[in-house]
T-cell receptor, first 111, second 116 residues
């Protein structure tokens, strides 16, 4: 059974600092997603990572995938307050059509 | 013990049938949700209940009716199923409602609905 673990679960950081959120998963998969959720909103898709070594960047966020290590990272560069949200990683079950979600990381960026 | 459990995991049915998906959480949370996962894996909220009261009702057809007998349960009943209803439906819960500090969601494992 596929399990997805995120850490940290809560992250409080100062503006301008860098940090990384980690997502580990337990069985083989070829697709990993990062989502952002703002209060009162649905989950918004940030990145889809489809292959080993995939790296995607959008603004101050960069996501990478190492399928051999079963690890994805979401790196935050020079954080700003607007990045405060909850971030979820989710992994596609191989041969399935369902996502398995991590527990989410609450990110708070302080001015 | 599973925190948020939903049943069934898979549901295959004919067009026009009525079906229900059940969700239960043992986390003591006040708020529960139903999300629909579309073909692009985007999760869109359908309903949110806080302490058995409907808080969010997105533009979902009337054929979808949530029912919350108590704050630990939120069931989804779907009438007259259509092909376009085929999707994965996720139940989730949170300690507080959306917009309050601790908005982190705990997801169920999903129900894959296939309408033939």
């Amino acid at each position: 059974e596929l399990k997805v673990e995120q850490n940290p679960l809560f992250l409080s950081m100062q503006e301008g600092k860098n940090y990384t959120i980690y997502c580990n998963y337990s069985t083989t998969s070829d697709r990993l997603y990062w989502y952002r959720q703002d209060p009162g909103k649905s989950l918004e898709s940030l990145f889809v990572l489809l292959s080993n070594g995939a790296v995607k960047q959008e603004g101050r966020l960069m996501a990478s995938l190492d399928t051999k290590a079963r690890l994805s990272t979401l790196h935050i560069t020079a954080a700003v307050h607007d990045l405060s949200a909850t971030y979820f990683c989710a992994v596609d079950e191989l041969y399935g059509n369902k996502l398995v979600f991590g527990a989410g990381t609450i990110l708070r960026v302080k001015s | 013990d599973t925190a948020v459990s939903q049943t069934p995991k898979y549901l295959v049915t004919q067009m026009g049938n009525d079906k229900s998906i059940k969700c239960e959480q043992n986390l003591g949370h006040d708020t529960m949700y139903w999300y629909k996962q579309d073909s692009k894996k985007f999760l869109k909220i359908m309903f949110s209940y806080n302490n058995k009261e409907l808080i969010i009702n997105e533009t979902v057809p009337n054929r979808f009716s949530p029912k919350s007998p108590d704050k630990a349960h939120l069931n989804l009943h779907i009438n007259s199923l259509e092909l376009g209803d085929s999707a994965v439906y996720f139940c989730a819960s949170s300690q507080d409602g959306m917009g309050i500090n601790n908005e982190k969601l705990f997801f169920g494992s999903g129900t894959q609905l296939s309408v033939l």
